[in-house]
């Protein structure tokens, strides 16, 4: 028996699909990426972004066609809005929502899918408590042997007018820190390089269990005490933060503890104060500099990279501008920027979608070219100087090259090396630059971690 899981969307949704992957598996699955060779195929889907969600109906169309020729049984879960649930309960076999994983044999059963589970399997040792955060008690199956996503909080209580994730994810409920950091220790004991804590607002943690649970920067600060205590080398990141959660003291862990990587995701949006408020950002500019001012006091060799949308509802030229100003202060050393599209159920898709493709295009472009300009300026700097590289796998651009990336995660193209350094630390010397990424080789003095 054959299971292929396509996901969608961002590392929250990888990570949700690390642990379907564990429970198909204990059912006696053997995972393909292979669609054809499926008899089981899911998808964990992202309704945040248009493009995505109509991916999902593309691939579920196909799927079903299968079905006039062979026997197959079709599941959705991931990050999805009641109204594309509905939609999908026409056309899935089964639609289950995270919370509802540990019963995911159960359901599949029912579908008429036959399994070898196993009555011992560890999901009957799962105990009953909270209903939203069951799931994080199935132990993930990796994706990669040095590369590992630890999800630390779940849902949203922001409510950006532009998103749609406290309606996919609901409430923002927090992790026990006690399992974080286990499992980032059994992540750092197996060898483990680079771990990412994941939450749709991380620096939010704890807030709903004031009293009774630690805060993000304690949290960062005993992941920082586990890496000294350990000797191993790593790196640790986290995304996303919020601004307006974003304290002193976050950035003072950051800066004390090794393991705590130099790089700073912090979504902006808009670098105008008018439309910020018009998105429901609750932080001004002022407060956002004022962040970025502390990482660079605190954090003087840090990246920092940002979301940025532009064509929001009612942006103007003059707004844009704004953007544009922010940008060229900061100087990123990436930014994700996006072309704003309506999401049914976030409140800003009742409002005008006033600023034409075209526009957005261009304003898109702008942002674009400022972006490339800030980044290769820093990116120039590095030429010449040696710096630590977690070398991730070949080249496919390039025969004979590998691909590694920076601490501050920037993409480094290594010539010259060997593919047994895949998930290694190596040092390696930058010998040019591009407006996005490096090009360097292994150093002299340079050893296999």
């Known amino acids: 028996m054959k299971c292929c899981i396509v996901t969608l969307g961002c590392q929250m949704n990888q990570s949700d699909s690390e642990r379907i992957r564990s429970v198909i598996e204990g059912m006696g699955y053997v995972m393909t990426e292979m669609e054809e060779e499926a008899s089981l195929i899911g998808v964990v889907a992202c309704s945040v972004r248009q493009k995505a969600i109509d991916k999902v109906y593309g691939k579920i169309q196909k799927w079903n066609r299968w079905k006039n020729d062979r026997p197959l049984v079709t599941f959705v879960s991931g990050c999805i809005l009641p109204a594309d649930e509905e939609k999908f309960l026409k056309l899935f076999d089964l639609v289950f929502r995270m919370n509802e994983l540990p019963a995911l044999p159960d359901l599949l059963h029912q579908c008429g899918v036959a399994t070898e589970f196993s009555t011992r399997h560890p999901l009957n040792d799962i105990p009953a408590e909270d209903e939203r955060t069951g799931f994080w008690k199935v132990e993930p199956t990796y994706s990669s042997p040095f590369e590992a996503f630890v999800p ?99 950035i003072e862990a950051i800066a004390r503890y090794r393991c705590l990587a130099k790089q700073i995701h912090l979504p902006v949006q808009s670098g105008d104060e008018k439309l910020l408020r018009r998105m429901n950002r609750n932080h001004s500019i002022e407060d956002y500099l004022g962040i970025v001012d502390a990482i660079r006091e605190l954090l003087p060799t840090a990246t920092i990279f940002t979301d940025i949308i532009v064509g929001f509802s009612g942006e103007t030229e003059e707004q844009l501008e704004n953007t544009a100003r922010l940008m060229e202060q900061v100087k990123y050393n990436m930014a994700y920027i996006a072309k704003y599209s309506p999401r049914v159920g976030a409140r800003s898709s009742r409002w005008e979608d006033d600023v034409t493709p075209q526009v957005k295009s261009e304003r898109l472009a702008r942002l674009g070219e400022i972006l490339r300009q800030t980044s290769h300026a820093h990116n120039r700097s590095m030429v010449g100087k040696v710096f630590r590289v977690l070398v991730e796998g070949r080249d496919p651009r390039m025969v004979g090259a590998l691909t590694g990336r920076t601490e501050g995660k920037l993409p480094v193209r290594i010539v010259g090396a060997d593919e047994g350094l895949v998930g290694t630390f190596q040092d390696v010397e930058i010998t040019s630059s591009a407006e996005l990424s490096l090009a360097g080789r292994l150093a002299e003095a340079c050893v296999a971690c």
């Not at 197996?190 to 993000?216: M, P």
């Open 152 to 250: 630390i909080q779940n849902g949203c209580d922001k409510f950006c007018s532009f998103c749609a994730v406290p309606y996919t994810r609901g409430r923002e409920v927090s992790r026990p820190s006690a399992d974080i950091l286990a499992e980032v220790e059994r992540l750092v004991d197996r060898g483990v390089r680079s771990i990412t804590l994941l939450g749709q607002n991380v620096n939010s943690y704890g807030l709903d269990r004031q009293g009774a649970e630690i805060s993000f920067a304690e949290l960062l600060r005993r992941v920082g005490e586990l890496g000294e205590r350990s000797g191993r080398e790593f790196w640790t990141y986290f995304t996303s933060p919020h601004p307006r959660d974003m304290t002193r003291d976050v």
